[in-house]
Structure formats: structure tokens, C-alpha cells
């Protein structure tokens, strides 16, 4: 495979300009720091290890000048108002303990760090694949149910449990929609806009998913 120009092989040293570009970069970790010195150090006696030589590569195409640049153009430009709303939906749904193990550590940070700011890879990562494409969809659907409405449970709901009791005690199959978008979405999949609903005859409301309901019909 065709090694990009800026990139280093073990027998190439590493020159004192791509040092300075890397090391000026705010982003780096100080055990990177520390890695970037050690190696500046061991070129002067012998040549770096193939994985030494992969890790600078790494750094160096993350934060040479040019891509300080344009991630610095990612923060102050690009990474908008919506694609902050985005990226707290989405985060929402991987933090949440029904979504996907992976993007922990990203979504918590975007969820309790308003001055945290994704890198635009971290954001189409955790953003635009199909999994984050569904929950967005479902987050951003117009309710199907108003506040106010009556709604009933649809078979196999999580709450089914209540139909069983309410025609044990002779109560219409009912409940009152309260409140839409009542929490973020953590499901990806077509109807997971969440509603808090209040059973008729109970005292406590419940929070359902859209799909496990449907319009209440008044049996004639």
C-alpha cells in the first residue's frame, strides 16, 4: 500500500518541524506527550520500532497544522446548534442502559459536558449510522397521540399486564396521554417516542413506548 508523503518509515527520522506541529496541538494526552519525547530521544542512537513508527504516523495525521485547522473550523463553524442537538440524542440512546455497549464514554461526555465538543469523526461515528439514523427519526416523528387523547395497549405491550385487570374489574381498556417525548429515545427502531400515560383507575403514571399503543375506541 502507497505510504501517504507525511508519514515516517523506522529507517526515516522524524523531523524536528512535525515535533513542533504535534506538540502544539492542545488535544494530545500526556502519556502521548510523554511517547512523542521518548521517541525524539531513541532517534538520536538508533531507529524506532515499526509500532513506535505507527503510533507517531497516527498522531501526526490527527494533529499535524492542517488537521488543527480544520478541526478547529469543525468547532467554531461547522459543529452547529442541530448537530449539538443531534449528538445529544444519539448520546442519549447509547448512555442509556437498552443501547449498544459502544460510545459510552463519548455520550457521557457529550451528555454532561456542555463545553465538550466531539471531533467531526467522533460525531459521524456516533451520529450517522443506521442505528442513530432510527432513534433520530423516531425522536424528531410527530407525536401520533395528543396530550389529552385516550389511548389503549396494543397485544404484547409492556404494561399488557393492565388490560387483564381492567376487564377483570369491568374498567375500559384506557389511558390518558399526559405528556409526549417524556424521555429520549433508547430504542432504535420505528415508534420509540416515549409517552407518560396515566391507566384509567390507577393513581400512578407509566412511561410507554409509541408502538405499544393505539387510538382507544369507546366499545358501543
Given at each position: 500500500?502507497?505510504?501517504?508523503?507525511?508519514?515516517v518509515?523506522?529507517?526515516?527520522r522524524?523531523?524536528?518541524?512535525?515535533?513542533?506541529?504535534?506538540?502544539?496541538?492542545?488535544?494530545?494526552?500526556?502519556?502521548e506527550?510523554?511517547?512523542?519525547?521518548?521517541?525524539?530521544?531513541?532517534?538520536?542512537?538508533?531507529?524506532?520500532?515499526?509500532?513506535q513508527?505507527?503510533?507517531?504516523?497516527?498522531?501526526?495525521?490527527?494533529?499535524?497544522?492542517?488537521?488543527?485547522l480544520?478541526?478547529?473550523?469543525?468547532?467554531?463553524?461547522?459543529?452547529?446548534?442541530?448537530?449539538?442537538?443531534?449528538?445529544?440524542?444519539?448520546?442519549?440512546?447509547?448512555?442509556?442502559?437498552?443501547g449498544p455497549?459502544?460510545?459510552k464514554k463519548?455520550a457521557?461526555s457529550?451528555?454532561?459536558?456542555?463545553?465538550?465538543?466531539?471531533?467531526?469523526?467522533?460525531?459521524?461515528a456516533?451520529?450517522?449510522?443506521?442505528y442513530?439514523?432510527?432513534?433520530i427519526?423516531?425522536?424528531?416523528?410527530?407525536?401520533?397521540?395528543?396530550?389529552?387523547?385516550?389511548?389503549?395497549?396494543?397485544?404484547?405491550?409492556?404494561?399488557?399486564?393492565?388490560n387483564d385487570?381492567?376487564?377483570?374489574?369491568r374498567?375500559?381498556?384506557?389511558?390518558?396521554v399526559?405528556?409526549?417525548?417524556?424521555?429520549?429515545?433508547?430504542?432504535?427502531?420505528?415508534?420509540?417516542?416515549?409517552?407518560?400515560?396515566?391507566?384509567?383507575?390507577?393513581?400512578?403514571?407509566?412511561?410507554i413506548?409509541?408502538?405499544?399503543?393505539k387510538?382507544?375506541?369507546?366499545k358501543?
Amino acid at each position: 500500500m502507497r505510504k501517504e508523503e507525511s508519514e515516517v518509515e523506522a529507517r526515516d527520522r522524524i523531523s524536528g518541524e512535525q515535533v513542533d506541529q504535534v506538540l502544539s496541538s492542545s488535544e494530545l494526552t500526556q502519556k502521548e506527550c510523554e511517547f512523542i519525547k521518548s521517541i525524539c530521544e531513541q532517534q538520536k542512537t538508533r531507529v524506532l520500532s515499526e509500532a513506535q513508527v505507527s503510533w507517531w504516523n497516527e498522531l501526526y495525521k490527527d494533529h499535524n497544522t492542517q488537521a488543527q485547522l480544520k478541526k478547529a473550523s469543525w468547532v467554531e463553524k461547522r459543529y452547529d446548534k442541530e448537530k449539538r442537538k443531534i449528538a445529544k440524542i444519539c448520546a442519549a440512546y447509547y448512555y442509556s442502559s437498552a443501547g449498544p455497549r459502544y460510545f459510552k464514554k463519548l455520550a457521557k461526555s457529550v451528555l454532561t459536558d456542555e463545553s465538550f465538543v466531539p471531533t467531526e469523526k467522533q460525531w459521524r461515528a456516533m451520529c450517522t449510522n443506521k442505528y442513530a439514523r432510527k432513534v433520530i427519526e423516531a425522536t424528531e416523528a410527530p407525536p401520533r397521540y395528543e396530550v389529552g387523547s385516550f389511548v389503549s395497549f396494543r397485544q404484547g405491550a409492556p404494561h399488557a399486564y393492565a388490560n387483564d385487570r381492567r376487564r377483570t374489574n369491568r374498567l375500559p381498556n384506557c389511558a390518558l396521554v399526559l405528556e409526549t417525548d417524556t424521555e429520549a429515545v433508547t430504542s432504535a427502531a420505528k415508534g420509540t417516542k416515549k409517552y407518560k400515560i396515566l391507566i384509567v383507575g390507577d393513581t400512578k403514571s407509566r412511561v410507554i413506548e409509541e408502538r405499544y399503543l393505539k387510538p382507544y375506541r369507546r366499545k358501543k
